[in-house]
Structure formats: structure tokens, C-alpha cells
């Protein structure tokens, strides 16, 4: 299967103060279409940053990255953004929803900086809400959604646009072993549809979720090994994508 991620010889350089400081030490690594991998490491080992540069949140000191084929190891910050856009969806331990917006205008926002058209955006919000089983609370604000649901709304906004990539960062981080489950069991689903899922964890037991586990030290990748999944308990119907006429279309 073709890679989705290539990351080859990647550095990345900060200077704090008069130190220079090598987060990434010439990473290589692949990830192919519809992998779903975990990512992990002490603070300090560089998978955050490693995480960053896959997102297209921030550029590689030396190194090529390609994704989905095409190089954005140098593109600017306008580029980049249109990359995000079109390419990734974002998964945070924090949620980061807007406080004072109900489930479906969270889940609408990606839709609304694309152009997409309003019937479009309620549409397509509407259908990503009910397949992480939350048709009944799209005009919950997050202030009446529990942890839990509050996170089947983040996943629900990064996969409302049809990414190729989900990133998710700790995503579980504020969940009690249930709900972690359960929200592997989606990451699980979208994998098994051709969606790639990349999850940055420092807890085995998460990442015992994923076919794949990566280990980063110092800046550098020092394991990469292939596991058969736990499987998680699939509590929450996952639908096929709803075909919408004229989704890429703008307003």
C-alpha cells in the first residue's frame, strides 16, 4: 500500500537562549494509506514536535516530508494552512471546542473556513455527529456533553471534511478507561474505512489499540514494530462517508 507519510533525514533545530536545541535527530518514517499508528515517547523525545511537522503545523529544519506525495517541507504558512484544511483532522486532549457553539456548529467549523456551502456545512456536521453516536445532542453546548462526548465532537469535527490523515494528540488523556475504549473503537472504524490515524500517546495501554507502534528517544526513532490490534469494543455504529453533491463546492 502506498505511503500516505514519508518523512526522510527530518531535523528540527530551536534556539532557546543561547543554546541550540536538535528535537529531531534525521527521522525516517513511513506510514502507509489507512495505517493506524501510535506514536510514543517520554516529554523530551520528540514526538510532539515529530507530531507538529506531520500536521503541518510547523516546517523541518532539514529533511523532505511528502504527503499524500507532494513535498510541504518548505511551504509557507498560507500553504500549509490549505494542507491542513484539505488534508488532516486535528484530535486534542483538551477538546478545544468553543464553549458558547452547540456540537453541530463545532463540528461545522473546518466546513465554514473551506467555503463550503451553509445547507452543506449542516448536512455533513449533522451525519459525522451521528456516526460517533451523538444525533440526539448536535445542539448541546459542550458545557452539557460529558468528557467523553465532548471528544466524539472533536472526532467528529477532524473527519467532517473527509481527511486522508487524522492526528490525534493524548486524546485520551481526560477519559476514564471506558470512554478510552470506546473512542479507540472509533479511531479502530475510521482506520478499517482507508482513513490514516496517527495517535501521539505516552500510555502502552492506548497504544495497544494500534497496529503499529512507534518509539521515539533523544530525537530519534528507536523502534518501530507491528502488532496485531486489541480490539476495542465497538459500542457506536460507524457509517460509510455521506456522499454530499457538490461538498468540495463553495458558498
Known amino acids: 500500500m502506498a505511503a500516505l507519510i514519508e518523512l526522510r533525514k527530518i531535523e528540527k533545530m530551536y534556539r532557546m537562549g543561547d543554546v541550540d536545541v536538535r528535537a529531531l535527530r534525521g527521522v525516517d518514517l513511513d506510514v502507509e494509506e489507512g495505517g493506524f499508528v501510535a506514536i510514543m515517547g517520554s516529554s523530551g523525545s520528540g514526538k510532539s514536535t515529530m507530531m507538529n511537522i506531520i500536521g503541518c503545523l510547523d516546517r523541518p529544519t532539514a529533511g523532505t ?45 473546518p466546513l465554514l473556513y473551506a ?88 500510555e502502552p495501554d492506548v497504544a495497544a489499540f494500534a497496529a503499529r507502534v512507534v518509539v521515539m528517544r533523544d530525537g530519534l526513532l528507536v523502534s518501530d514494530e507491528r502488532q496485531v490490534p486489541k480490539p476495542a469494543k465497538q459500542v457506536l455504529p460507524i457509517e460509510p462517508p455521506l456522499a454530499v453533491d457538490g461538498a468540495s463546492g463553495t458558498a
Open 65 to 109: 516530508y511528502r504527503l499524500a506525495g507532494r513535498d510541504v517541507s518548505n511551504l509557507d504558512k498560507s500553504e500549509l494552512a490549505i494542507v491542513r484544511n484539505r488534508t488532516i483532522g486535528f484530535v486534542f486532549q483538551s477538546f478545544n471546542l468553543l464553549s458558547r457553539t452547540s456540537a453541530q456548529e463545532n463540528v461545522e467549523l
Open 115 to 202: 467555503g463550503v456551502s451553509g445547507r452543506d456545512r449542516t448536512q455533513r456536521a449533522r451525519h459525522a455527529l451521528e456516526r460517533v453516536g451523538l444525533g440526539s445532542r448536535m445542539d448541546h453546548h459542550p458545557s452539557q456533553l460529558s468528557g467523553g462526548q465532548q471528544q466524539r465532537v472533536a472526532i467528529a469535527r477532524a473527519m467532517v471534511s473527509q481527511p486522508r490523515l487524522i492526528l490525534a494528540d493524548e486524546p485520551t488523556g481526560n477519559l476514564d478507561s471506558r470512554m478510552t475504549v470506546e473512542i479507540m473503537a472509533i479511531f479502530q472504524e475510521l482506520g478499517a474505512e482507508g482513513i490514516t490515524v496517527a495517535l501521539v500517546t505516552h
